[in-house]
């Protein structure tokens, strides 16, 4: 099963019969947790990587220098195409390299606060659990404050929360549906806050069910 990333949408509507306005939450759904960007950026190269191929050697750097890094709130997950490469020029630093102004297309990954994602329970302990989205872009932790209240930890050789009734157990490798409250981005990784508490929320398969996520 696929990542999918949700957003909701406020409605509001008249009632035909009370004529009282009245509100409902619209889900909406992407196909893809990615959003695609136009971003532009100063890359420098050494004199000796200019010549004949410097666009193939530019566009080599850019995705060795921005892809998997994260910045400004999002991780750049793909280079998809390059849009211009301005004139180089060699700045006053000293260092003697050429620097380009290249402006680039990508996608990215922007976990956004209210953002209802899919993920993969990865561990669980007695403070809540830890879960990763399918591309392994960040990494979700959901305290067992914003469980639902009925969920209770089971320690063991496999910790897991189970519901009062035992209808719901959450465990290593359980696929949940959670809501992000926050989150924090780093040079190198995102790591958001979930939650379990809302309508639509929860358990959506059996632990072991989803392997090929």
């Given at each position: 099963m696929g990542c999918f990333k949700f957003r909701l949408y406020a409605v509001c509507r008249t009632d035909p019969i009370s004529k009282k306005p009245e509100y409902f939450v619209n889900i909406r759904s992407a196909k893809t947790i990615f959003s695609p960007m136009v971003l532009t950026r100063n890359m420098q190269l050494h004199p000796r990587s200019i010549?004949?191929?410097?666009?193939?050697?530019?566009?080599?750097?850019?995705?060795?220098?921005?892809?998997?890094?994260?910045?400004?709130g999002y991780s750049v997950v793909a280079i998809a195409g390059v849009d211009d490469i301005g004139e180089g020029k060699i700045p006053d630093d000293g260092s003697g390299f050429v620097a380009y102004p290249v402006k680039y297309q990508c996608k990215v990954f922007e976990p956004d606060e209210g953002e209802i994602m899919d993920v993969m329970v990865t561990m669980v302990n007695k403070m809540g659990f830890f879960a990763q989205d399918e591309n392994r872009l960040c990494k979700i932790f959901v305290s067992n404050h914003l469980m639902p209240d009925d969920m209770e930890f089971q320690s063991g050789n496999i910790p897991y929360y189970l519901s009062s009734d035992?209808?719901?157990?959450?465990?290593?490798?359980?696929?949940?549906?959670?809501?992000i409250v926050g989150s924090r981005v780093d040079a190198t990784e995102i790591f958001c806050v979930g939650s379990l508490r809302g309508d639509f929320l929860g358990v959506i398969n059996d632990a072991g069910a989803c392997r090929g996520f």
């Open positions: 010549g004949p191929n410097v666009r193939e050697n530019l566009i080599a750097k850019l995705i060795k220098d921005v892809q998997g890094t994260c910045n400004h035992g209808s719901v157990k959450i465990q290593e490798d359980t696929l949940v549906r959670l809501k």
